[in-house]
Protein backbone atom coordinates (compact mmCIF):
# COMPACT_ATOMS: atom_id res chain seq x y z
CA UNK A 1 0.00 0.00 0.00
CA UNK A 2 1.18 3.69 -0.70
CA UNK A 3 1.55 6.78 1.98
CA UNK A 4 -1.67 7.82 0.30
CA UNK A 5 -3.97 5.49 2.60
CA UNK A 6 -6.87 7.21 4.03
CA UNK A 7 -6.29 7.35 8.19
CA UNK A 8 -9.53 7.83 10.51
CA UNK A 9 -8.89 8.50 14.39
CA UNK A 10 -12.88 8.47 15.81
CA UNK A 11 -13.92 9.04 19.61
CA UNK A 12 -11.74 12.34 20.26
CA UNK A 13 -12.56 14.28 23.10
CA UNK A 14 -9.86 16.32 24.46
CA UNK A 15 -7.92 19.10 22.93
CA UNK A 16 -4.94 16.41 23.50
CA UNK A 17 -6.59 13.92 21.89
CA UNK A 18 -7.00 16.07 18.37
CA UNK A 19 -3.36 17.72 18.54
CA UNK A 20 -1.82 14.07 18.62
CA UNK A 21 -4.33 12.66 15.89
CA UNK A 22 -3.55 15.81 13.82
CA UNK A 23 0.28 15.95 14.58
CA UNK A 24 0.20 12.15 13.84
CA UNK A 25 -1.03 12.74 10.72
CA UNK A 26 -4.67 11.17 10.83
CA UNK A 27 -6.54 12.09 7.78
CA UNK A 28 -9.98 12.54 9.96
CA UNK A 29 -10.57 12.52 13.21
CA UNK A 30 -14.37 11.55 14.64
CA UNK A 31 -16.81 13.23 17.30
CA UNK A 32 -19.60 10.90 18.35
CA UNK A 33 -22.67 12.54 19.63
CA UNK A 34 -24.72 9.06 19.45
CA UNK A 35 -25.00 6.92 22.99
CA UNK A 36 -21.31 6.04 24.01
CA UNK A 37 -18.79 6.75 26.30
CA UNK A 38 -17.18 8.44 23.47
CA UNK A 39 -19.89 10.73 23.32
CA UNK A 40 -19.61 14.94 23.54
CA UNK A 41 -21.88 17.91 22.98
CA UNK A 42 -21.97 20.24 19.76
CA UNK A 43 -20.40 23.18 21.71
CA UNK A 44 -17.58 20.89 22.57
CA UNK A 45 -17.07 19.59 19.25
CA UNK A 46 -16.85 23.04 18.16
CA UNK A 47 -14.01 23.97 20.85
CA UNK A 48 -12.14 21.19 19.26
CA UNK A 49 -12.53 21.59 15.43
CA UNK A 50 -11.01 25.48 15.80
CA UNK A 51 -8.09 23.15 16.46
CA UNK A 52 -7.90 21.04 13.43
CA UNK A 53 -6.29 22.34 9.97
CA UNK A 54 -8.23 22.25 6.81
CA UNK A 55 -6.33 19.58 5.48
CA UNK A 56 -7.62 17.35 7.59
CA UNK A 57 -11.67 16.05 7.85
CA UNK A 58 -13.90 16.89 10.90
CA UNK A 59 -16.43 13.83 11.28
CA UNK A 60 -19.57 13.89 13.60
CA UNK A 61 -20.71 9.73 14.16
CA UNK A 62 -24.64 9.63 14.56
CA UNK A 63 -26.44 6.76 15.24
CA UNK A 64 -30.23 6.62 14.46
CA UNK A 65 -30.89 10.18 15.34
CA UNK A 66 -33.60 12.34 13.52
CA UNK A 67 -32.89 14.33 10.60
CA UNK A 68 -32.99 17.63 11.57
CA UNK A 69 -31.18 16.81 14.74
CA UNK A 70 -28.57 15.79 13.01
CA UNK A 71 -28.51 18.92 10.82
CA UNK A 72 -28.68 20.71 13.99
CA UNK A 73 -25.64 19.04 15.96
CA UNK A 74 -23.74 19.50 12.60
CA UNK A 75 -24.19 22.60 11.87
CA UNK A 76 -23.59 23.92 15.68
CA UNK A 77 -20.34 22.05 15.44
CA UNK A 78 -18.76 23.22 12.24
CA UNK A 79 -17.99 19.52 11.39
CA UNK A 80 -17.35 19.05 7.78
CA UNK A 81 -18.39 15.30 7.48
CA UNK A 82 -21.78 13.32 8.57
CA UNK A 83 -21.32 9.47 9.44
CA UNK A 84 -24.21 7.85 10.02
CA UNK A 85 -24.95 4.35 11.34
CA UNK A 86 -28.45 3.42 11.03
CA UNK A 87 -31.36 2.39 8.69
CA UNK A 88 -31.23 5.73 7.13
CA UNK A 89 -32.76 5.78 3.27
CA UNK A 90 -31.83 7.61 0.68
CA UNK A 91 -33.90 10.31 1.24
CA UNK A 92 -32.27 11.28 4.04
CA UNK A 93 -28.67 11.17 2.73
CA UNK A 94 -29.96 13.23 0.13
CA UNK A 95 -31.05 16.12 2.17
CA UNK A 96 -28.18 15.84 4.38
CA UNK A 97 -25.79 16.02 1.08
CA UNK A 98 -27.94 19.44 0.27
CA UNK A 99 -25.99 20.85 3.33
CA UNK A 100 -22.65 20.34 1.92
CA UNK A 101 -21.79 17.71 4.53
CA UNK A 102 -19.39 14.85 3.12
CA UNK A 103 -21.26 11.97 3.87
CA UNK A 104 -20.07 8.47 5.22
CA UNK A 105 -22.18 5.34 5.79
CA UNK A 106 -21.02 2.82 8.17
CA UNK A 107 -22.50 -0.58 7.83
CA UNK A 108 -22.07 -4.24 9.51
CA UNK A 109 -19.78 -6.40 7.20
CA UNK A 110 -22.73 -9.84 7.40
CA UNK A 111 -24.24 -12.01 4.73
CA UNK A 112 -24.82 -9.71 2.42
CA UNK A 113 -21.90 -7.10 1.91
CA UNK A 114 -22.88 -3.32 1.31
CA UNK A 115 -21.97 -1.64 -1.83
CA UNK A 116 -20.05 1.53 -2.24
CA UNK A 117 -22.37 4.22 -3.54
CA UNK A 118 -26.21 2.59 -3.00
CA UNK A 119 -26.80 5.91 -0.67
CA UNK A 120 -24.65 8.24 -2.45
CA UNK A 121 -22.40 8.27 0.23
CA UNK A 122 -18.90 9.55 -0.35
CA UNK A 123 -17.74 7.05 1.61
CA UNK A 124 -18.23 3.58 3.07
CA UNK A 125 -16.75 2.03 6.27
CA UNK A 126 -17.28 -1.49 6.73
CA UNK A 127 -17.48 -2.59 10.46
CA UNK A 128 -17.72 -5.75 12.75
CA UNK A 129 -20.78 -7.57 12.64
CA UNK A 130 -21.90 -5.99 15.74
CA UNK A 131 -20.44 -2.20 15.05
CA UNK A 132 -18.75 -0.78 17.40
CA UNK A 133 -18.02 -3.66 19.73
CA UNK A 134 -14.20 -3.16 18.72
CA UNK A 135 -14.38 -6.87 17.46
CA UNK A 136 -12.13 -7.55 14.49
CA UNK A 137 -13.61 -10.28 11.29
CA UNK A 138 -12.47 -11.56 8.76
CA UNK A 139 -11.06 -9.12 6.79
CA UNK A 140 -9.72 -11.08 3.46
CA UNK A 141 -13.49 -12.02 3.05
CA UNK A 142 -13.88 -8.15 1.49
CA UNK A 143 -12.76 -8.06 -2.18
CA UNK A 144 -10.83 -5.35 -2.79
CA UNK A 145 -12.05 -1.71 -3.42
CA UNK A 146 -13.05 -0.56 -7.20
CA UNK A 147 -11.69 2.35 -9.17
CA UNK A 148 -12.67 5.10 -7.41
CA UNK A 149 -14.47 3.22 -4.35
CA UNK A 150 -14.22 4.64 -1.21
CA UNK A 151 -14.39 2.45 1.57
CA UNK A 152 -13.15 2.37 5.01
CA UNK A 153 -12.12 -0.92 6.99
CA UNK A 154 -13.19 -0.91 10.80
CA UNK A 155 -13.43 -3.25 13.55
CA UNK A 156 -11.23 -4.24 15.97
CA UNK A 157 -7.94 -2.47 14.47
CA UNK A 158 -4.85 -1.68 16.66
CA UNK A 159 -1.66 -0.67 15.94
CA UNK A 160 -0.45 -4.48 16.25
CA UNK A 161 -2.84 -6.05 13.34
CA UNK A 162 -3.62 -3.04 10.93
CA UNK A 163 -0.79 -3.60 8.61
CA UNK A 164 -2.11 -7.41 8.58
CA UNK A 165 -5.41 -5.96 8.05
CA UNK A 166 -4.65 -4.06 5.38
CA UNK A 167 -2.71 -6.58 3.26
CA UNK A 168 -6.13 -8.76 3.52
CA UNK A 169 -8.71 -6.54 2.78
CA UNK A 170 -6.86 -4.10 0.24
CA UNK A 171 -9.23 -0.93 1.62
CA UNK A 172 -9.05 2.90 0.81
CA UNK A 173 -8.93 3.50 4.26
CA UNK A 174 -8.83 2.43 8.00
CA UNK A 175 -10.85 3.81 10.82
CA UNK A 176 -10.24 3.15 14.59
CA UNK A 177 -11.56 4.29 18.21
CA UNK A 178 -11.14 1.28 20.90
CA UNK A 179 -8.22 0.47 19.29
CA UNK A 180 -6.20 3.25 20.55
CA UNK A 181 -7.82 3.83 24.17
CA UNK A 182 -5.65 3.25 27.66
CA UNK A 183 -9.35 2.60 28.54
CA UNK A 184 -13.35 2.77 27.54
CA UNK A 185 -13.66 5.96 25.75
CA UNK A 186 -10.25 7.37 26.79
CA UNK A 187 -7.63 7.71 24.31
CA UNK A 188 -3.95 6.87 24.39
CA UNK A 189 -1.66 9.48 22.63
CA UNK A 190 1.14 6.81 22.14
CA UNK A 191 -1.34 4.57 20.54
CA UNK A 192 -3.03 7.07 18.31
CA UNK A 193 0.86 7.56 17.14
CA UNK A 194 1.43 4.35 16.42
CA UNK A 195 -1.82 3.26 15.06
CA UNK A 196 -1.00 6.11 12.00
CA UNK A 197 2.67 4.97 11.86
CA UNK A 198 1.54 1.31 11.80
CA UNK A 199 -1.19 1.81 8.92
CA UNK A 200 1.19 4.11 6.27
CA UNK A 201 4.28 1.67 6.87
CA UNK A 202 5.58 -0.16 3.73
CA UNK A 203 5.39 -3.69 3.60
Known sequence: MSNSLFVKICGLKTERDVDTAVEAGADAIGFVFSASPRRIDAATAARLC???????????????????????????????????????DRAYYDDLASGGWTLIRAAGFGDQVPRFGDMGEDMLLLDAPVPGSGVTWDWSTRPPAGSGEKWLL???????????????????????????????????????????KAARARS
Do not use: C, M, Y
Open 50 to 88: RRVPESVLTVGVFRDEPLHEVRSVATDAGIRAVQLHGPE
Open 154 to 196: AGGLSPDNVRDAIEAAQPWGVDVSSGVEQSRGVKDPALITAFV
